[in-house]
């Protein structure tokens, strides 16, 4: 029996000390990062060698769906929304599939990224968009499998796929003109709301100018008034009631009292009674 548990020992041991080392992954990984207009694309895929085989219409046939790449499935995660050959698809994490044609590709993103290549099964409903490229034969080849950003402008780049003899480039399209209009309306508008919030609580807590806390305050609740934000109407009562305005802070905290009450936050409802009873209001 002793011999028998010190050769099950002796195995655990050496399959232990063996998976411990660390060889060469036969299609090392690669992470792409790459920034367009305002739009963050991260790819990351597994890079396979030709190794003397024959690619296109062989290892990867034709008119069939392919991992693109190598072990798990390539992923590419987009920022924003972008457009793909002018289809819409919105910000996320998609795995990307392609169909290798002779005279064109199928490209797909796939909502599902949880695959070890190839989906045990087809959903066509999980196609967040699907492009077509068409392929073209380079001079030279490229050995190892490569992915690239190129073309890069303020609002667009091509994808990249090169291998063999074979490159493919998909454009896409990220929303930057749209991006900075928003941001350049809201600069030339002044101020939003949580802006003049958070400089009159800065003033509040660091016991700056109070009048021009009070200033700020005001033109928040005076903007959110469609809208009343119960935690804006509580550090209004606070700030007129340190300016000496008991009555705009009793008047803020009934309205913040009703606000919270409205939205369940218990710890505000408490806050507010404290402070109409310590100002002498209920």
Known sequence: MNKIILSLFVAIFTFTVNAQIKTP????????????????????????????????GDLVPFNEVWRTGANENTKITFSTDVTVNGKDLKKGTYALYTKPGKDSWNVYFYADTTNWGNPAKWDDAKVAAQAKATPQTMPMKIETFTMT??????SSAVLGILWE??????????PTESLVSKQITAVMNGPSANDYYASASYYLEADKDIKKAQTWIDKAIEMTADAPKFYFLRKQALIHAKAGDKKGAIKAAKESLKYSE?????????????SLIEWGAM
């Open 25 to 56: 992954a036969p299609s090392p990984s690669q992470k792409i990062e790459q920034k367009v207009g305002l739009t963050e694309v991260t790819l990351e895929y597994s890079r396979p060698g030709i190794k003397g085989r024959t690619i296109f």
């Open 149 to 154: 950003f190129d073309n890069i402008t303020n």
């Open 165 to 174: 003899n074979t490159y493919v480039g998909l454009k896409f399209e990220t």
């Open 262 to 274: 409205k939205a369940g936050n218990a710890g505000y409802v408490k806050m507010n009674k404290a």
